[in-house]
């Protein structure tokens, strides 16, 4: 136990490794020959309030990485927990950054967030805070005008299958979510 770990292949100083991570219930290490956590940002005290609160200033954070607000509804929506206001407030102000990620990246953050036997869930969060529009615009258009009851209806059933077929080990595909969500625009 040097104190030292790998992150993008870059030795550092499990502080510095910390300040880089995300959330503060994400920056906790665990040392096994002590057994001591090593807590830099009160990620344990986070997780026993099951509050997900962003390390920095969330403003800057989501500017360096826009994918962080996918990831904190991702990450709160699975653990059950929920966003501490300032990691919450900037979403609306910065949601249109993700504009410009690529949408290879923003696939991968898609299949995470609905593949996770969440993604009824976490469909419902990301309407809520407006960011299901930054991956789906046609579809969020089509949801928020008259005739999207149906296409609301069949895309929850679609995610309410697939988090089913997670949850028994059977096998599912994005083409199938993709069909779903795409469907009435398509």
């Known amino acids: 136990a040097s104190g030292r770990v790998l992150r993008d292949n870059v030795w550092g100083p499990m502080e510095e490794d910390a300040a880089r991570r995300d959330f503060s219930i994400n920056a906790m290490y665990y040392d096994p020959t002590t057994q001591v956590v ?19 200033e969330p403003a800057v ?20 927990f929920s966003l501490d206001q300032a990691t919450l407030d900037a979403i609306p102000r910065l949601r249109q950054l993700l504009e410009d990620i ?5 696939f991968d953050e898609m299949l995470k967030m609905f593949h996770g ?3 009824l869930q976490t469909f419902e969060a990301l309407r809520h ?7 789906f615009p046609q579809t969020d258009e089509l949801l928020d005008s008259p005739e999207g009851e149906f296409a609301g209806a ?8 697939t988090d089913a077929r997670l949850s028994e080990n059977k096998p599912i595909t994005p083409a199938f ?10």
Request: overall charge positive; hydrophobic content about 55%.
């Open 177 to 186: 979510l993709l069909a779903a969500l795409l469907w009435h625009v398509v």
């Open 154 to 161: 069949l895309i929850a059933a679609a995610l309410a299958s």
């Open 117 to 119: 036997g969440m993604g």
């Open 102 to 106: 690529a949408p290879a990246r923003l």
């Open 129 to 135: 805070h407006g960011l299901f529009h930054c991956l």
């Open 61 to 80: 954070r989501y500017r360096e990485d826009p994918v962080r607000m996918l990831r904190a509804i991702r990450f709160a929506t699975k653990l059950g």
């Open 38 to 56: 090593v807590d830099y940002h009160n990620g344990i005290r986070d997780a026993k309030k099951r509050v997900m609160r962003m390390i920095g």
